[in-house]
């Protein structure tokens, strides 16, 4: 019996799974309820390994049935759900219609790469640092390539359409805020996407197999999975045509071996071979095979070790100290803290779970959360921040709690997200231009939502901001509204640790009772 089935399932598999997830993150529109996040990234390796960490419980344990998927038929995390895998698979399709290549052929593995790699991400781990896997995890790059690449596209050629149908009447669709772009924003996703589609393109799944450690740690396994790809000598005529279908590069035809931890059982050397010859079968013991030690490997390992070990000490941010000979808003803030999401109870709770998989960004409605640089210092790059020179978090969302996959954001009652206390603000009174330009103001008041910012008499015909730290919830309204640029007269420096804030007190209205109209 031909299996020649089995690829058209895993291309079903895989091509659902690499719509819902890239829905996810070019949902400009919000057709998908943020509730789903959690089902359709269930089954996410690396996300689903922090959470469960964070929340041992069934509803995190989606990475199990990814080892059980494993041990059982390979690496089919990496062929069918990993979006990252797939996108591979759709630019080596188009490279093979386009004539960019025509067929692959067998190569030896690089392993004086690939356990290094791995060896430094586990390196880094043990320091408490995600860096290394924020940067390779395919999840997550998936999701910077298109939250950060392929969204602010769309978004684009949808206001540019709009635009033009406006002209005929037409407006159906209508412009969408282009979210603010910079070349922090971008660096990594451009250079991870760029690195995708040159590999993919001329080697096919070379990333997969030599620099991303979830398919490294699933070869391991792979390695004695149940099924596997098996070649029968006895019908075999060496033709090649598996070799050439194989884009993991890992069928060696003169020897009819297959090299089961860097095979992605994509099937597609089932569907080529005109013998039958290659049958994805149960093995009941793998053939045994002296193979002798590298040790060049261990070496390699061991120096990393003291290079992941110094490189993860980088990570402490400069900040500006006041000057008297600048003016005051050229006078930098300062800030001990970054400010982190609501729900991420502390920055250490936050950066050491956090992927870097920027689905919080692309679902917050006021696009205050953003990539960071060095705002958690170096091996904390690109873990989303709350940036208030762009925007300030709304008072009653709670959408990042609700979508992240990692529990680096935890889910937020309304209640509850409207006295956590991120931040405390700050106030600099010889920056206000109240004190500097003797004019009335009161944007930082007009803007707070729980009144920790209020106006009180100043001099005459004038009144100047008086803030309450206690009830300040660290959402950063009033410091995107002060006018005072680049460094405002008041701001958010975060906490810590985030803290609960006190209530706010409401005045209570003086109404007057009338038994009869009053006219």
Known sequence: MKQKHLKIIRVIIAVLFLVLIAALFLDFREFIPAAWADRILFLQFVPSVIRFIT??????AGFFIILILTALFGRVYCSAIC???????????????????????????????????????????????????????PY??????????????????????????????????????????TWRTVLIPVITFAL???????????????????????????????????????????CGKCSFACKSNCIHVKTLEVDQSRCVACYNCISVCPENSIRYER????????????TSKRNFIGKTVLYGAALAGISKRIWGQESADRPAGRIPNTINHPVTPPGSMSIKHFTDRCTACHLCVTV???????????????????????????????????????????????????????????GQVHFIIEKCIVYTDNTACGSCSEHCPTQAVRMVPYKEGLTIPETDPDICIGCGACEFACPV???????????????VAKAPHIEELNVMEHEDFPF
């Open 485 to 499: 640029k680049p460094h405002t007269a008041i701001y958010v420096d975060g906490n810590e640790v985030h803290q």
């Open 83 to 137: 979006p990252l895998g797939i996108l591979q698979d759709v630019f080596s399709w188009l490279s093979k219609k386009t004539g960019l290549i025509k067929r692959y052929k067998f190569k030896k593995a690089l392993n004086y790469l690939r356990y290094p790699i791995l060896g430094l991400t586990v390196v880094f781990l043990l320091f408490g640092s995600l860096f290394v896997l924020n940067l390779l995890d």
């Open 55 to 60: 929340i041992p419980a069934l509803a995190a």
């Open 364 to 422: 917050c409605p006021t696009s205050v959360l953003q990539p960071s640089f060095l705002e958690y210092g170096f091996t904390g790059m690109s873990q989303p921040h709350m940036d208030y020179s762009v925007e300030y978090c709304n008072f009653e969302c709670t959408k990042c709690g609700e979508v992240c996959p990692t529990g680096a954001i935890l889910p937020l009652t309304v209640e509850d997200k409207k006295l956590e206390q991120t």
């Open 283 to 294: 093995t009941s013991m793998i053939t045994k095979k002296q193979v002798e030690t590298d």
């Open 196 to 238: 995708i589609i040159g590999l993919s393109l001329y080697y096919g799944r070379l990333y997969c197999n030599t620099i991303c450690p979830v398919g490294t740690v699933l070869g391991f396994l792979s390695r004695v999975s149940l099924f596997q790809i098996k070649m029968d000598a006895s019908t075999c005529t060496k």
């Open 140 to 181: 997550s790059s998936f999701g910077r390539i298109f939250s950060d690449v392929i969204r602010p596209g769309l978004i684009a050629a949808n206001n540019g359409l709009a635009g033009l149908l406006e002209r005929f009447d037409v407006y159906f669709l209508y412009r969408h805020n282009l979210e603010l772009i």
